[in-house]
């Protein structure tokens, strides 16, 4: 239906109000949908939305129905696409280009999708790096990556001239979005599984575009970020995160791709969660990294950015887990709580998640049972918003566990017992709590006489 989605999609909105309300005609509907989105005149989408719906529901026309539904499905995109932009150009300075930023992030939100929104992304990429821009250390960075990708298109489309080379590139680019179908079919669709397929598709990548080309380094960032979500999960104990980062940027650090912030950022990230991961804790060395890792952020994003609350959730977890909890609070304090209230992309969610955790561990040991389970319940919140895939059920359990633990012991049982039914509804279901005394019973329960650790000092105020 559109030509072409996604270079469609990133053109700025402007132009007139439009009427849409008035349009009862489906067939015409669609055409003013394809026409104003096509050219970024949409400026009621929230109007054009409503308009579609309400046809949707009036026609009986089944064909007309799927078609108002894919008209529906751009729209949404498209609204989709200026929330990103508003995100990208909320947390970056001034003195950098947004707009190169903003395109560079929907070119990365592309690739999941697939071949044809990856390739829909040229025209605006060569439209953007044909503007003048200041030649700033973050600018050259990005223009880099997207002259890389642009010659990845290149060689793409080259390829696909050969009929036999088309199909091998469709399930190259379906295995790096994730499309693609498991090895054994018997095998459980987790990050193990995932990460064995995308190092595959990584060194199909390398024979197709190279070890220096913009798919494979993407790969490259896929399979970190899988490794650090495995080892923080627990899932992968044996794995030396540090020397797995090491041994897939290395070669990448010592290339071309030096010049990218993007690999020295991967880099630092991977170093941090390692960090975590060690059976030593090591304050100071990631302080060190988290330093670092501000250092190369100062460069296109402010002080008060929600990027900057990436390194502070890595020092709040590892002070929790040295039982340093009021040095943990007070980082929370200080800085955590505002920049967790921002508005947020759900791709960095998970630090809003570790930040309200470590929290309520913190707060939990230090004797504030209320701000503990108010956080735990933020964050449980935070989990279930998030629908990646590299969001792993057991992680969830964990802190669904987490808040049921925290319900039982301030004596509320309804809210535990509802819990653990809700998880189960959820695919999310653990093994319940046993039955309590009263519950057999069939009486109102009665206050648990736990015994309760004092704290070593007074927990700071809320």
């Known amino acids: 239906m559109f030509a072409m989605p996604m270079a469609c999609l990133l053109l700025m909105v402007s132009g007139q109000a439009v009427k849409y309300d008035t349009i009862t005609d489906p067939d015409k509907l669609i055409a003013e949908a394809d026409r104003v989105v096509s050219r970024g005149e949409i400026s009621d989408l929230s109007g054009l939305i409503q308009a579609v719906q309400k046809l949707m529901e009036k026609t009986k026309e089944e064909d007309q129905k799927e078609r108002l539904n894919k008209t529906l499905d751009e729209l949404e995109r498209f609204k989709k696409l200026e929330s990103d932009k508003k995100f990208d150009f909320t947390n970056t300075n001034q003195d950098i280009d947004q707009n190169l930023f903003h395109q560079y992030n929907t070119l990365m939100r592309a690739i999941p999708d697939g071949k044809e929104s990856f390739l829909a992304c040229r025209p605006v990429i060569l439209q953007t790096l044909n503007k003048p821009r200041n030649p700033n250390l973050f600018n050259k960075s990005i223009e880099f990556e997207m002259r890389k990708a642009l010659q990845d298109m290149d060689r793409l489309e080259q390829l696909d001239k050969d009929p036999a080379m088309r199909s091998i590139t469709e399930d ?109 804790k090591n304050y100071e060395k990631l302080q060190r990294i988290s330093k670092a890792l501000d250092d190369y952020k100062c460069i296109y994003s402010n002080g008060d950015s929600f990027f900057f609350a990436e390194s502070l959730s890595y020092r709040m977890i590892l002070l929790t887990q040295m039982g340093r909890f009021q040095e943990c609070l007070k980082e929370f304090e200080n800085y955590g709580k505002k920049v967790a209230e921002q508005e947020v992309d759900l791709r960095y969610i998970h630090i809003r998640i570790d930040m309200y955790t470590s929290a309520a561990t913190s707060y939990e040991a230090l004797g504030n049972k209320e701000l503990a389970l108010l956080y735990q319940e933020l964050a449980f919140g935070c989990a279930l918003e998030s629908g990646s895939p590299r969001w792993l059920p057991t992680f969830k359990k964990s802190i669904a566990k987490e808040l049921r633990d925290k319900y039982a012991k301030n004596n509320q049982w309804r809210e535990a017992r509802n819990l653990e039914e809700r998880c189960q509804l959820l695919g999310l279901g653990f093994d319940p709590l046993p039955k309590q005394a009263f519950e057999m019973a069939g009486a109102a329960p009665t206050v648990l006489n736990q015994p309760h650790k004092a704290p070593t000092s007074p927990p700071p105020k809320p």
């Open 172 to 280: 190259f680019l379906n295995a790096s979005c994730g499309k693609f179908k498991r090895l054994n079919k018997d095998e459980s669709a987790n990050t193990a599984s995932e990460i064995k397929l995308f190092k595959q598709a990584k060194g199909d990548a390398a024979s197709l575009f190279g070890r220096g080309s913009f798919l494979y380094v993407a790969l490259t960032y896929r399979i970190l970020d899988d490794l650090i979500t495995m080892c923080r999960c627990r899932e992968m104990t044996g794995v030396d995160l540090e020397a797995e980062c090491e041994k897939e940027l290395g070669p990448l650090l010592n290339s071309e791709w030096h010049q990218s912030l993007g690999v020295k950022l991967i880099h630092l990230r991977a170093k941090a969660n390692a960090c975590l991961c060690a059976k030593e």
